[in-house]
């Protein structure tokens, strides 16, 4: 299956970041108030699979990540691949963690669920308005089990950006908890609006 991305630069605390496309092109308000989105190829897919359950999704998006991360000048220094932790503990599968494992196994790279953790729970940060209440809502959210990626090259893997306020809060923790040497993050893909 060959997708078409369109890879753009996302900034933050961490080295250097990327998302591989928009996730929506377009949304008309119907009539009958619901609404009609257009989305990319990659959006749809992901769509299909974090809403639709459709687990057949995951290795078409996983192979379209590995060839954009083997293309990256660190990809030979990587030392692992970490998932964000979920938010909605209630999916019947975790849409990040499968793909971040399935990138893994593409690129021969740890991806472990059990390393970067939630330690409280936070509600999606879609639902909420404005910088400062997103920023409550993750403060001492996230920590590391251990140090097994101490003074190591890591990629921060998420499926949607926005903010960007999810990877910011984690990257502190791999930097300041875990002691990794250098966080790199990629998220599939991004909304047309940061806010």
């Known amino acids: 299956m060959n997708i078409?991305?369109?890879p753009s630069r996302i900034y933050g605390?961490?080295?250097?970041?990327?998302?591989?496309?928009?996730?929506?092109?377009?949304?008309?308000?119907m009539p009958d108030g619901s609404f009609e989105t257009a989305r990319t190829?990659?959006?749809?897919?992901?769509?299909?699979?974090?809403?639709?359950?459709?687990?057949?999704?995951?290795r078409p998006i996983a192979q379209v990540a590995a060839e954009f991360?083997?293309?990256l000048?660190?990809?030979?220094?990587?030392?692992?691949?970490?998932?964000?932790?979920p938010s909605d503990m209630n999916r019947p599968f975790q849409p990040v963690i499968e793909l971040a494992a399935e990138i893994g196994r593409i690129l021969n790279l740890p991806a472990p669920s059990d390393y970067l953790v939630k330690v409280k729970p936070t509600v999606p940060l879609k639902s909420l308005?404005?910088?400062?209440?997103?920023?409550?809502?993750?403060?001492?959210?996230?920590?590391?089990?251990?140090?097994?990626?101490?003074?190591?090259?890591?990629?921060?893997?998420?499926?949607?950006?926005?903010s960007g306020e999810t990877l910011k809060a984690a990257t502190d923790v791999l930097i300041k908890n875990g002691e990794v040497s250098r966080v790199y993050?990629?998220?599939?893909t991004r909304t047309r609006t940061k806010t």
């Open 13 to 29: 605390n961490w080295i250097a970041g990327w998302t591989l496309d928009l996730h929506t092109v377009s949304s008309r308000y």
């Open 129 to 162: 308005e404005g910088y400062e209440s997103r920023q409550e809502q993750l403060k001492n959210a996230f920590t590391v089990q251990d140090n097994r990626f101490y003074r190591k090259y890591v990629l921060l893997f998420d499926d949607i950006y926005r």
């Open 41 to 58: 190829e990659l959006g749809e897919l992901l769509y299909q699979l974090k809403y639709r359950h459709d687990k057949s999704k995951i």
């Open 69 to 71: 991360i083997k293309k």
């Open 73 to 85: 000048l660190v990809y030979p220094y990587l030392d692992a691949i970490i998932p964000i932790p």
């Open 185 to 188: 993050v990629l998220a599939l």
């Open 4 to 6: 078409k991305i369109n």
